[in-house]
């Protein structure tokens, strides 16, 4: 069975970091693409970035709006991505997704808020 | 960016009626390797969107036959034969053809 499991969330002043985390199990992790989404509160939902595997060397992906702030990584031994967060603004206030493919976490709630 | 436009915003049923929604893409969703990978999400309250159809018309294992996924090139359609309860929530079409990935704004599916 696959599971997804986020973890990491929570509530931070605008331009503190923070760090998510994702816990896989269930598939081939080290050849997998593996993604974060979010959904802000009113709703909409938003790529946010993408690891490709080793075997495209790591590549990653953003959505133009974190680019030089966000930072996708993975560790193949644990069956993990992160997401590490800079620079936080209040607009990034929403929940975070792990994905692998067509499987989704539960989310957590990151709020950004003075 | 594709932009996918989702129709209606709200479409009020009754048990046991047919829904449809559409969803239409500002480009063709075909890639360059012959796949359109145009999906539909469910997400009901409290939950993470679930995948119901992928790559147009192919439902996902658990899913039911009476969600049916259509269309080609710029224009789907996902039609919901006899809608039952556990039906109701908000659905969202989603591109991963091109780079960035994107999402219709989504069609809440509700009760009369």
């Known amino acids: 069975e696959v599971q997804v499991l986020e973890s990491g969330g929570g509530l931070v002043q605008p331009g503190n970091s923070l760090k998510l985390s994702c816990a896989t199990s269930?598939?081939?992790?080290?050849?997998?693409?593996m993604y974060w989404y979010r959904q802000f509160p009113e709703k909409r939902l938003e790529w946010v970035a993408r690891?490709?595997?080793?075997?495209?060397?790591?590549?990653?992906d953003y959505t133009e709006s974190v680019k030089g702030r966000f930072t996708i990584s993975r560790d193949d031994s644990k069956s993990s991505i992160y997401l590490q967060m800079n620079n936080l603004k209040e607009e990034d206030t929403a929940i975070y997704y792990c994905?692998?493919?067509?499987?989704w976490g539960q989310g957590v709630m990151v709020t950004v808020s003075s | 960016d594709v932009v996918l436009t989702q129709t209606p915003v709200a479409q009020p049923v009754t048990l046991g009626d047919q829904a449809s929604i559409s969803c239409r893409s500002s480009?063709?969703?075909?890639?360059?390797?012959?796949?359109?990978?145009l999906e539909w999400y469910l997400q009901k309250p409290g939950q993470s969107p679930q995948l119901l159809i992928y790559?147009?018309?192919n439902r996902f294992s658990g899913v039911p036959d009476r969600f049916i996924g259509s269309g080609s090139g710029s224009d789907f359609t996902l039609k919901i034969s006899r809608v039952e309860p556990e039906d109701l929530g908000v659905y969202y079409c989603?591109?991963?053809?091109?780079?960035?990935?994107?999402f219709g704004a989504g069609t809440k599916l509700e009760l009369k």
């Open positions: 994905a692998w493919k067509y499987y």
């Open positions: 269930g598939f081939t992790f080290s050849t997998a693409w």
């Open positions: 690891i490709k595997a080793k075997s495209n060397n790591y590549a990653t």
């Open positions: 480009q063709s969703l075909v890639h360059s390797n012959g796949n359109t990978y």
């Open positions: 790559k147009v018309s």
């Open positions: 989603f591109q991963a053809t091109h780079d960035p990935y994107t």
